[in-house]
Structure formats: C-alpha cells, structure tokens
C-alpha cells in the first residue's frame, strides 16, 4: 500500500514546483498577506513556506495530511461547486508520501504555536522513539511548512527532474504568478542562507506588482481590461500590451477561477490576435484573469492537468479577443 500511495503521490506532485504551487494556494486559503518562500537545491532538499494565515488549530493537526481530510470540502458534491483553490485535499497527503514534512503553525486564540512532523499522511514522532504528538513552540500566528527531501523515496521522480537551477527557476515563475494574481499579497522567494531575496513584491494593483517584476518600461505600455459578459457568464480581468508593446518574448499568465493554468488555445488566440497590433517580432505581454462559474470549468479536478478545459471555449475566447481588441483600438485613436 505504502508503494502504491508513493506512485500516485509522485503522480500528483512531479516536482518541486507542483508542491510550491499547492503549498501557496493554501496560505492564500488561509487568508495570509505575507508569504515567504524558502529553497535549498531546487526544493529537493528544502521547499518551505512561511504564511501569516488564519493558521491551523492543534486538533486538526492530525488530520491535514490524512488523504481527503480536507477541511475545505466536506461532502464529494460539493466538487462542483469548489469555490477556494483545493482540489480534493491531496495535496499535504501526496506531499507526506514523498518527503519529510513538518508543520510548525499558531492560530490567533492559542496561546502557543504547535510543531508536528509528517510521514505518509501520519503524524510521526521527529525522532524515532519519540511521541508523534504536536509539540508547543515559539511562533506568530501563522503557518510554516516545512518540506525536506522532496522524492527521497521516489527515485524515478528524481531521475525525471531537471537540474536544481532549472527547478528553482520554475518555482519563482509559480512565485511570479501568484504574486501577480494576488497583489495585495507580499511574496518572497529566496534560496536559503541567502541574505537577498530572488523574488520580492509588495502590496500595490496588479500594474505595480508587475512593474516590481517586469520593470517601469514594461508597466507603462500595459492597459487595463474589465469586463462582465453576461450572456457567457464569465468575467475579465487582465493587464495587456498595448499597441506599441515591444517584448521579445511572449509573457502569458493565465489565471481561471484564481488558479494560475494553461489554455494553448487562449494563447494561440493572443498571439494571432497581437500579431495584427504589434510590430514584427514583437511579442505581447497578457496577464489575464478569467472567472466563470466553478461547475462550467475542469480546472480543479487534478492538480497535473495542464490545460485547463471549460465550457463554451470558443465563444469565451471569441469574447475574450473582442474585448482586448475594443480596448486597443481605443488606446491607439
Ligand atoms: P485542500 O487544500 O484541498 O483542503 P490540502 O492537502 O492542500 O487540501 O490541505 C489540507 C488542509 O490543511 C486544508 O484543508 C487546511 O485545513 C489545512 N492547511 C494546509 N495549509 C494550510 C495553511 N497554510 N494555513 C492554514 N491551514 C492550512
Ligand atoms: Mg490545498
């Protein structure tokens, strides 16, 4: 049983990257405004994030890693309905099969914060001979998860990775995202023991988070876009290259209902649609946010499905394209 909850967990998490993905969608879950992120070797040997959530409280402890223990959905109709990021509450689970977790975490009416270690969706003794219960600790209210070891036991999975930069680059593009999204959020990325962060942004709209990541010159030729469709029923949220955008390559961050995904199609639709506007070898930059209703789009179903699919992909898109085109005819009079 042990071997096969390590496939399917390596299946769920392929690499660092995935975890940190999950890992940011629950301090996000946790209503945090401050999220650090902490690297050694690409995540393998450390993945840890620091929130300033809502915290969990000792008695769930137990239960964050156990599959499906999720506190999120409590009954398998409301799948559908998912309005938060978590899939299935897999994530802490898989991650638990295939590393050394520890969770050191404080709520707000707790008078101290509890430290628990993880092992195959079990709470474990830190060592071995030790009591598996959590134990108190310093802490703000908060969460610090503390992954070690990533596929320690999934050799195949470490084989199927890229080098540790190639990874942590990876992990900062999940940063970037995420950051981008949620800008009222402040993110960090760093490799540890490194005085510098790698990825820094802080509070502001979305233009300022972007100018902190792109820089001014890449900011100041972006527009704005708003929109509610209502026949579709779907909403538009996006900053855009204008017209006289000039960027060497394609920037394509792609959010539907608050989890960053993949469309090839939407991004083939951008590309055609700016290779009208900009000039020759130019290439756009397209932060777009989408939000539809939760039962007309697969995109939290399984945290490995790369394109997201959802109904009406071709009148959205459509829709999706007017809009951005209205704007920049306007932009450009
Ligand atoms: P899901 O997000 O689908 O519920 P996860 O495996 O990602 O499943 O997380 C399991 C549970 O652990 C969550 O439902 C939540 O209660 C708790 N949890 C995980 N991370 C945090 C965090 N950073 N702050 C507060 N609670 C958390
Ligand atoms: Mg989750």
Redo the contacts with the bound molecule.
Sequence with gaps: EAVVNRIAAGEIIQRPANAIK?LIE??L??GSTSITITVKDGGLKVLQIQ?N????SKE?LPL?CERFA???IREFEDLSNIGT?????????SISHVSHVAITTKTADSACAWKAHYSDGVMVPAKAGGSSDAKPTAGNVG?Q?LIEDLFFNVPIRKKALKAAAEEYNRIVDVVTRYAIHNSSVSFTCKKVGSNSADFRSTQGSTRDVIRQVYGPAVAKELIDITHHNDELEFKINAVVSNANYNMKKMVFLLFINHRAVDSSNIKRAMENLYSVYLPKNAHAFCYISLEMKPQNVDVNVHPTKKEVMFLNEEKVIEALCDTIKDKLANVND
């Design positions: 999950e629950n301090s879950d946790a929130d959530g809502h915290g969990i769930d964050v999720t506190s999120k990021y978590g899939f299935r509450g897999e994530a802490l689970a969460t998860i």
